[in-house]
């Protein structure tokens, strides 16, 4: 059932290298859930980097480097503890291309591609989470895209939405506490 599967989905800070997964299920899996989820007038403007190994490894070195110093070396190497990260983009050249070609939905745009980058990491997130996978999402952007870009060689129309380092889990979080969730959802019959 769906809602079990999000329930186990948690944000996972404790990670480390060891994978329940290889390198290409983990791949095929990302392909998967970006060519499954839907978006906006279909304009996949949803792109995805997947890093692993050395190139996840220097990403975090380079987030490290950006800051300065002002985020602390413990912080950064629990996510470089990770196997992996999934750098989560809109293409923005898509999604100017749709404001021109529907002018009536102009400024809908920016916002549709960013609920369907939403869509995309919730989904991916909770699929990891179901292969035993631990992950957290992160957001070091803006200060960091321009590195990031350098270091994937990506184009410039690729805006940065995201960070998601994932791994095996070393140590669960805490369980949440019911909420009273009649204050966030009405129901009339
Ligand atoms: C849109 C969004 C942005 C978030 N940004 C961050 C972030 O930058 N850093 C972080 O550590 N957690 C971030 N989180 C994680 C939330 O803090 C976390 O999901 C929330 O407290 C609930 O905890 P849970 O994920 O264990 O259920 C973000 C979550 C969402 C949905």
Redesign the pocket.
């Known amino acids: 059932m769906i809602s079990d599967s999000l329930r186990t989905r948690?944000?996972f800070y404790q990670i480390d290298k060891n994978i329940p997964l290889s390198y290409e299920e983990v791949s095929y899996l990302i392909e998967d859930i970006t060519e499954l989820v839907p978006d906006a007038f279909n304009m996949k403007s949803s792109r995805v980097v997947l890093a692993f190994g050395d190139k996840h490894n220097a990403l975090w070195d380079q987030i490290y480097t950006c800051f300065d110093g002002k985020v602390s070396r413990e912080k950064i190497d629990s996510f470089k503890a990770g196997a992996g990260t999934i750098l989560y983009f809109i293409d923005q050249e898509i999604v100017d291309g749709m404001k021109k070609e529907y002018p009536l939905f102009a400024d809908q745009f920016d916002s549709w591609s960013e609920q369907a980058s939403g869509m995309l990491q919730i989904n991916i997130w909770t699929a990891l989470t179901e292969e035993g996978f631990g992950a957290?999402?992160?957001?070091y952007n803006p200060v960091i895209d321009k590195k990031v870009k350098e270091l994937f060689d990506l184009p410039k129309n690729y805006k940065l939405m995201a960070q998601m380092p994932f791994g095996g889990i070393l140590e669960k979080?805490d369980p949440?506490e019911k909420e009273d969730i009649s204050k966030r959802v009405k129901i009339f019959k």
Request: proline share 12%; charged share 25%.
């Open positions: 948690r944000s957290n999402i992160q957001h979080p949440k």
